[in-house]
């Protein structure tokens, strides 16, 4: 990771994420990562794009090294587009460009559709639907001693973490041990068991739509060819529904092209 891109937010921001920023000031670009991941995933992308954005990654709410709040309110849309928002009034950003990837473009959707005018543009890289936030939740994870046990010893491992790293990569001889360390060592932290029960119990947060055809923003829907967890029919479907969206297809490559 290069060095310039794990800075603390401002003061009276640090409650809430410590992004990565690097490059112009005058062309914000906001990075969302994905279900189970965190800035981390972004390493190899910001150094290109420093020299022409500002880019500020963030670790959202249950992943990497910002801190699991105790709110299960927190964990839901609402609660990480709040996140977002803070960073960004934290660093003095009234819009910028937006990436997500996998469950970050979900959110990034809904943040496209709830706050336009922060909003300058949109990037999916394997974007999740906007229901997925709600589809991954279910009535176990809400019984504090089986989320405690999951989180603990079943769900984040070493190898659940290989496994699930797996089945993103088309090409597996890019896992390495370190790198499986990193994604692994940004789960485990303190609050594991709460950031598990806040992401996947039910919150009682009424689902959200997003009408993709309101989407008047201009938006990069990338997808890679051989997605086996979001299929690249998937990403076609999605540029076919905003309006004037480019579809940049990557071949031979997985659901993380950040990595690959």
């Known amino acids: 990771m290069p060095a ?22 005058s062309k914000p670009l906001v990075l969302l990562h994905g279900f189970g991941a965190s800035s981390y995933s972004w390493r190899l992308v910001t150094p290109p794009l420093a020299p022409s954005f500002r880019c500020v990654a963030i670790d959202l709410h249950g992943f990497g090294y ?32 937006v990436a997500g990837h996998s469950y970050g473009g979900a959110l990034a959707l809904h943040l496209a559709a709830r ?63 370190e790198l499986v360390e990193a994604y692994y060592e940004r789960l485990r932290v303190e609050g594991l068991s709460r950031a598990y029960r806040g992401l996947t119990a039910p919150t009682g947060e ?9 989407l008047d923003l201009p938006t990069l829907v990338v997808w890679g060819a051989d997605d086996a967890i979001i299929p690249l029919e998937d990403g076609r479907r999605a540029a076919a529904r905003i309006p004037g969206a480019e579809l940049a297809v990557l071949e031979d490559t997985g659901h993380i092209p950040l990595e690959e």
């Open 66 to 97: 910002t801190e699991r709040p105790r709110r299960p309110a927190a964990y839901t849309v609402a609660g990480q587009l709040a996140l977002v928002l803070g960073v960004m009034d934290a660093l003095g950003i009234e819009s910028a460009h």
């Open 115 to 177: 706050h336009r005018e922060r909003v300058r543009s949109l990037i999916l890289v394997d974007s999740a639907g906007p229901e997925y936030p709600w589809e991954r939740r279910h009535l176990t994870a809400g019984i504090s001693p089986l989320a405690y046990t999951f989180a603990r010893f079943l769900g984040v491992r070493r190898k659940s973490v290989r496994r699930g790293l797996e089945r993103s990569f088309l090409d597996d001889g890019q896992i390495t041990g």
């Open 206 to 214: 009424p689902r959200a739509a997003v009408d993709f055809a309101r």
């Open 4 to 25: 310039s891109c794990d800075r603390e937010v401002p003061a009276g921001a640090s409650d809430l994420a410590r992004p990565s920023r690097e490059g112009s000031e």
